[in-house]
């Protein structure tokens, strides 16, 4: 099989695909390694097929839906999975056949409910049930301790133990572990019996991973994270950077609105010289009245240079064609020290 683990921080991802056929899968997609997926594909000449995720993820931005939109090709998940936009859904024991490769789900809940192994040839993509030294928590929404048990010890540790194992994450730049070294070696897996199993794992008294809620939102509906929203109005609007609009500036063209989308407070403790003040919450509800001319050029900033760039989307999206932001926001604009009016 063509392989390909991709590594993303503590998020291990895979491209999968059937050397004959030249058909592929990706495995638990993360939202920043789209190109580098389709990159790899096209490296060896692949056709993605199925997009899977082993599970709603909690602690990272799946891309399953942007893969499948883009590619054209289904998202894969458990049936037990809540994510409208998958498109196929796998029961404990069913494959899916790509070219030679056959793929095939184990439902192993625990981590979460619509957690599966898949089994493809010498190897099994573990998603979060099974880590290397470790297992998926089982803390969070979804998440059962005594369903992990029955998972690892009465399904996922009963195959042949020369399996390799490619779970979803490792923190300790590992790729991967066999089942035999893990059921020998893993510490988590110790705990042999049901009730002392499901103590060890109701003490392990874990923080709550970074971005839970959005993470959850997002890969369980389907939704956009605010990073996609800042992608995507980013890729929309033109920039225009501190220096250059200093330059511009300097010359007091008639031509040029800069535009201070922040709250009233903000503006008034201090903005770019001569800038008009419209918050984006009202952008839409004074715009007629504010900025007639939909032909002048525009410059919107705010404090970070994120909520300009949404602004200033907003305004094509209105028909002021000319709407641009300001590459950096009124903190760094302070910092660099350009002149501040108050
Ligand atoms: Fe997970």
Not at 45 to 59: E, N, P, S, V, Y
Not at 68 to 76: F, H, M, W
Not at 261 to 283: D, N, S, T, W, Y
């Amino acid at each position: 099989m063509l392989f390909e683990q991709v590594v993303t921080g503590g998020c291990l991802s895979y491209l999968v695909g059937c050397p004959d056929t030249l058909g592929a899968v990706v495995i638990d997609p993360e939202i920043s390694q789209i190109d580098r997926y389709r990159a790899l594909a096209t490296r060896y000449g692949l056709q993605i097929r199925f997009i899977i995720d082993t599970h709603t993820h909690a602690d990272h931005f799946s891309a399953a839906q942007q893969m499948s939109q883009l590619l054209g090709a289904p998202t894969v998940m458990h049936v037990a999975s809540p994510a409208p936009h998958a498109g196929r859904r796998l029961d404990d024991g069913e494959m899916l056949i790509v070219g030679n490769l056959r793929i095939q789900a184990l439902h192993t809940p625990g981590h979460t409910r619509d957690s599966m192994c898949l089994i493809v040839g010498d190897r099994v993509f573990t998603g979060d049930t099974l880590l290397i030294g470790g297992t998926g928590r089982t803390d969070l929404p979804t998440g059962d301790p005594d369903q992990l048990y029955d998972s690892l010890f009465g399904k996922l540790l009963t195959l042949d133990p020369a399996l390799l194992v490619y779970p979803a994450h490792d923190y300790k730049g590992r790729s991967h572990s066999t089942l035999g070294a893990e059921i020998a070696d893993n510490p988590r897996l110790q705990k042999r019996e049901r009730e002392a199993f499901i103590q060890m794992m109701r003490d392990l008294n874990l923080a709550a991973p970074t971005h839970m809620t959005e993470a959850l939102r997002t890969n369980m509906t389907g939704g956009k994270t605010v990073g996609q929203l800042l992608a995507e109005a980013a890729a929309e609007v033109p920039h225009i950077g501190l220096d250059e609009l200093s330059r511009r500036l300097a010359g007091r063209p008639n031509d040029l609105l800069v535009l201070d989308v922040r709250e009233e407070g903000a503006f008034k403790a201090g903005h770019i010289p001569g800038a008009h003040h419209l918050p984006r919450g009202q952008l839409e509800l004074r715009v007629n009245d504010e900025i007639p001319d939909p032909t002048l050029r525009i410059v919107t900033y705010c404090e970070f240079g994120k909520i300009s760039t949404l602004a200033a989307a907003t305004l094509r999206g209105l028909g002021f064609m000319r709407a641009t932001a300001l590459d950096g926001g009124m903190k760094t604009w302070r910092e660099s020290g350009y002149p501040v009016e108050t």
